[in-house]
């Protein structure tokens, strides 16, 4: 979304400045709860992220959480067993269900009338944890109240510079000791459907070098399927030439951050395996979620400048072979691939980088406590 659209949607009347926020709020008192309410969409990315955010506020902040989806199935498999996060259909009128002290509606998603009727009798803080973008008007808009009588609602951008509310990353989150470049380059894959699978695939298996390729669960191992021309079910194992399939059962999100960080180049998607990939500090190319009349290739565009404003002589190839991933141009992998090594350097960097702008989930606390 540029920032005309942002207006567009919300409506110049909408917004105002930033009010002061009290100062030295304290994050560990009193007890918070708090209300996610999440509409998948996109049934990884939306829940995927939305879990991440609860069970860190959970986990860390020592917030009481709920966390309303309306479709729990995805849930169930990235966090298998999980207690830390009281997990709840987003179901009925929700006319019995009391609102809590901080409410956040997970990507524009609309709460449900009886419940947004009943924040009228004790206002909370009230958040609209919005899609992650790179585009400059993102941290103008980051923190900007949305006055409805008697409630407020607030936009929080999460981002990648100072200003926006940062990017999820737990404490405990631990990179694997980076692999290197001797014997098969290990790749995984996770994309939408794309276009030029087919043609990629084709020129890993006549590459000179032995790739190995960890096809993810759904989409990805039906399209590589169809390129075998043959059946590829979880934990089948598939050779062409220098290329070996190898087709993962659904991974939960330990299991897939793990798979990051063994593997030298991730190709990603979406936003939760996007922010997830620049965290394991290893190259990735990233599929921006398709939008019409191509505006995905803005959101790709703004983060491009950030992310390769520091590559010196690699910078156009890594920007062409993001583009012809996303549709726009011819993929070159030769090229692509020689600068894998530089890359793997530069990522690191660029973690670093990332994280001096604090993690999304602390971000989210201070602002709320500091409203509360």
């Avoid at 009943?118 to 585009?135: D, F, G, I, T």
Wanted: glycine letters at 8%.
């Amino acid at each position: 979304m540029t920032n005309s659209s942002f207006h567009r949607k919300y409506g110049e009347d909408t917004i105002s400045a930033v009010p002061p926020a009290p100062t030295s709020p304290s994050l560990t008192s009193p007890l918070v709860s708090c209300d996610i309410f999440c509409a998948v969409i996109d049934n990884l990315g939306d829940a995927g992220v939305c879990w991440r955010l609860a069970r860190q506020l959970a986990a860390e902040h020592g917030w009481a959480v709920r966390l309303w989806i309306d479709d729990p199935a995805p849930i169930a498999l990235l966090a298998p067993g999980q207690t830390v996060v009281e997990v709840r259909p987003w179901i009925g009128d929700f006319s019995g269900v009391d609102p809590v002290s901080v409410v956040i509606e997970a990507f524009a998603c609309d709460l449900p009338p009886c419940y947004l009727e009943a924040m009228k009798a004790r206002p909370p803080v009230w958040l609209n944890l919005e899609y992650l973008s790179a585009e400059d008007w993102v941290a103008g808009c980051h923190g900007l109240p949305s006055p409805q009588p008697p409630l407020e609602k607030f936009f929080f951008f999460p981002g990648f510079v100072a200003g926006t509310g940062g990017l999820l990353h737990e404490r405990d989150y631990a990179v694997p000791p980076a692999p290197t470049f001797h014997g098969p380059l290990e790749i995984s894959l996770f994309c939408y459907a794309n276009p030029q699978l087919p043609a990629l695939l084709a020129t890993w298996r006549d590459n000179w070098q032995p790739i190995s390729c960890h096809v993810a669960d759904g989409l990805p191992r039906r399209q590589v399927a169809d390129w075998l021309g043959a059946p590829f079910p979880a934990g089948a194992t598939a050779t062409r030439g220098s290329l070996t399939l190898r087709a993962l059962p659904f991974l939960s999100q330990t299991e897939y951050d793990g798979l990051l960080g063994r593997c030298h180049l991730n190709f990603v998607r979406g936003e939760d395996s996007f922010v997830r990939a620049q965290w394991a500090e290893r190259p990735f190319v990233w599929q921006a979620y398709p939008q019409e009349a191509d505006a995905h290739l803005l959101k790709l565009d703004a983060f491009l400048n950030l992310y390769t404003e520091k590559l010196g002589t690699g910078r156009t190839a890594v920007r062409d072979f993001f583009h012809a991933w996303n549709g726009d141009g011819p993929l070159d992998w030769p090229k692509f691939a020689a600068l894998l090594p530089s890359q793997a350097k530069h990522a690191l960097g660029w973690s670093r980088q990332i994280a001096a702008y604090g993690d999304l989930a602390t971000n989210l606390v201070k602002f709320s406590v500091a409203r509360l």
